[in-house]
């Protein structure tokens, strides 16, 4: 189709059909699709503009779910297959043919009905990367005018030819040995690719990117931090460039609402995370909703969920737009799951509260120059709010709890809440079905020097050593933000994989123990689940070919949460003959160090066996004397740091780049915890005798 075609568009946002609009559009049979319910095809990563997830698929059902088999399972060669990587991509689906990334920014297209490989493109991205702050991790594609659109972990967006994977064009948005990369999924719609960024955690300058789609060209880019003078410049402290390094980055892809003209996202934490001393003010945009309009990139509103971030309360998972009716009035609704455990809904005309979010006065602490006040939306947290108090710990608190340098335990923790992972909403039931995770934060404030390019995060957040992690499935009203029902499950979700739901009355989500599960939308009850082999930790989706609809799901784990790494994807279907893998090991319910205690150890290798984010020999038993030498075996830098009751740093090998070592004496007998302060979620031990 040639750009410029003149053509008739139906607007088909959620329940509302509001007759036809005339557009110009690039390729009008993907933006058409990209505006419809979703039906055959699943053609951008949350399935249409709206980012809901939602699919008018109904062949499987609640009374026949049971009946789900595998139709294929398909393994990607090794593609992203490791403890480093992460594997939550969404598959697109057009025309019987799916097209899938994983943790390598490696694509691949296959036979959507049989899962033979039609062609594939190795990245060859630079295994050397340091700026990956969480994993190797792509989260999905985007489609339009006969290309494929992904970022890569290197900062370039990336077109392929649909139909070979030839590259078309690559533009750097940024430098990554400066800190950047790009995890998000793109957003293409009426000839623009929509590109996020991270590197909230090294001292960057977030931004949203927009480029022509035919050549690659930037459009425009908009900061989510502004400079002196900008809308929200007043939020930075006067006469200081700490706008420049301050975050606030996009992790996930852009929803669209075509009839306002305005793209919506979430943006994630300040920097530097748990250190708030030399930012005073609230700073905008950290850990909001924005919109802007999506042809130029203008301002029209933002909502910031969080003031003065010091928690790593990014908005991380996609913001989604819905229709709804409150007090018998139609609204134009957009709703994101925080990780402070919250939906924030909200009108996505203006960004106000629509059911009511209250500024309350919280705890403070000058030396943090904290918020007076925090936004309380009306309704329900999807995971507890307050730390259990821990032995060892003095300071255990409740949502926004204040912290310097004593350790104080606070849920939600830094990683939420609802982290990553997409929630999905259902029109026939109003819900939204939400992961979260429950697990607590030490968190304690360090000083930190910026240095470009590397990690900017002032603090902690680490677990503490013999806390419990779990996880939560709830349905929450979107007309209402109340819990309609809520399933405990053993582990952490939330992090990587999300929920995806049908006109079926079923709700799809995977689970880090490596199943994939179908609920009751209506009551949350476990209707059918499928052991993958794998963690399941990406988000489903669904699509028909030749009459038959097929429930999708890519199974690789997750390295945060630890479950098992693999690089499959699996198409399910009521004709499917596949039976269910072996369970994988499971990923951990207590934070600590796992695995043997190796006697007589006096090397630890860091990041070894591409397990990236990981010691090695996790538990070593050691002679009193012993010099213990720490390599930094992987390719991201690393430390060694003892961990104590939420105190660290009583001993530190520092930060270890890729081959360096150091040594540490451990004298007297004890026990020796010890975290990497980057990846809180490595944890080691040195046991003396
Ligand atoms: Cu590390």
Not at 208 to 228: M, N, S, V
Not at 284 to 305: I, P, R
Not at 358 to 364: D, K
Not at 536 to 554: K, L
């Amino acid at each position: 189709m040639q750009r410029g075609q003149r053509v008739v568009l139906s607007a088909a946002l959620g329940m509302v059909v509001a007759g036809a609009s005339t557009v110009w559009a690039a390729d009008p049979e993907i933006d058409k699709l990209l505006q419809s319910p979703v039906g055959k095809d699943w053609v951008t990563n949350g399935g249409n503009l709206t980012n809901q997830r939602y699919s008018t698929q109904k062949q499987i059902d609640t009374s026949n779910v049971k009946q789900l088999k595998g139709a294929w399972m398909t393994r990607l060669k090794g593609s992203g297959f490791g403890g480093k990587y992460s594997f939550e991509a969404t598959p697109l689906v057009k025309d019987g043919i799916m097209y899938i990334v994983t943790g390598n920014d490696d694509v691949f297209a296959l036979n959507a009905k049989t899962g033979e490989f039609l062609w594939e493109r190795w990245s060859t991205i630079d295994q050397k990367l340091t700026s990956v702050c969480c994993g190797w991790d792509n989260r999905g594609l985007a489609m339009g005018e006969g290309m494929l659109f992904l970022g890569q972990l290197d900062a370039n967006v990336v077109a392929l030819d649909i139909k070979t994977g030839k590259e078309m064009w690559k533009t750097p948005i940024e430098v990554w040995q400066d800190g950047y990369g790009i995890t998000s999924a793109p957003l293409y719609y009426d000839g623009i690719v929509y590109s996020g960024i991270t590197g909230g955690e090294y001292g960057v300058r977030g931004r949203l990117t927009a480029l022509d789609a035919k050549t690659g060209k930037i459009l425009w880019r908009w900061y989510t931090l502004p400079a002196p003078g900008d809308i929200g410049g007043e939020s930075w402290p006067a006469g200081t460039d700490h706008y420049m390094r301050g975050g606030a980055t996009i992790w996930n892809t852009p929803a669209l609402d075509p009839q306002l003209g305005l793209i919506y996202f979430s943006v994630g934490n300040c920097g530097p995370d748990y250190d708030g001393s030399m930012r005073e003010g609230d700073n905008l945009f950290c850990a909001s909703v924005v919109a802007l309009k999506a042809k130029t990139g203008e301002y029209a509103w933002h909502f910031q969920e969080v003031h003065h971030d010091i928690w790593d309360y990014d908005a991380a998972s996609p913001a989604l737009l819905f229709d709804t009716v409150i007090n018998g009035q139609p609204r134009k609704g957009i709703a994101q799951a925080g990780r402070t455990g919250w939906v924030y809904i909200l009108d996505r005309t203006d960004g106000k509260p629509l059911i009511g979010i209250e500024e309350r006065a919280v705890p403070q602490e000058p030396r943090q120059k904290t918020a007076k006040t925090q936004p309380f939306p009306i309704g329900d947290a999807t995971v507890p709010q307050c730390a259990e108090p821990m032995e060892g710990y003095e300071r255990a608190g409740c949502i926004f709890e204040v912290f310097w340098e004593e350790p104080t335990l606070i849920q939600p923790s830094g990683v939420g809440g609802t982290n990553w992972s997409p929630m999905s909403y259902n029109p026939d039931t109003g819900y939204f079905y939400v992961p979260g995770t429950i697990r607590t934060s030490a968190f304690a404030r360090y000083g930190d020097k910026y240095k470009k390019g590397k990690q900017y995060n002032g603090g902690t957040q680490a677990a503490p050593i013999g806390s419990t992690m779990s996880g939560t499935w709830s349905a929450i009203g979107g007309n209402t933000n109340k819990i309609a029902w809520q399933k405990n499950v053993p582990y952490r979700v939330g992090g990587g994989g999300g929920s995806t739901t049908t006109a079926g009355g079923l709700v799809f989500h995977g689970d880090p123990g490596g199943t994939l599960q179908a609920r009751d939308a209506k009551t949350g009850e476990l209707l059918w689940q499928f052991q993958t082999g794998f963690g399941a930790e990406a988000t489903p989706m669904v699509y028909e070919v030749d009459g038959d609809q097929y429930i999708a799901i890519a199974a690789g784990g997750n390295q945060g949460v630890g479950s098992a790494n693999g690089d499959a994807v699996w198409a399910f279907s009521l004709k499917g003959q596949l039976n269910p893998l072996w369970p994988p090991p499971p990923p951990a319910t207590v934070a600590g160090p796992t695995g043997p205690i190796v006697d007589d150890v006096d090397t630890v290798k860091i990041g070894d066996n591409n397990v990236e984010f990981g010691y090695f020999p996790r538990r070593a038993r050691v002679k009193a004397g012993t010099a213990v030498t720490f390599t930094n075996a992987g390719d991201t830098p690393h430390t060694a740091t003892a961990f104590e009751n939420g105190k660290f740093g009583s001993w530190d090998t520092g930060v270890l780049n890729s081959g360096e070592s150091k040594s540490v004496t451990f004298d007297k007998p004890g026990s020796y915890y010890y975290i990497c302060t980057p990846h809180p979620w490595m944890y080691g031990q040195i046991i003396v005798e």
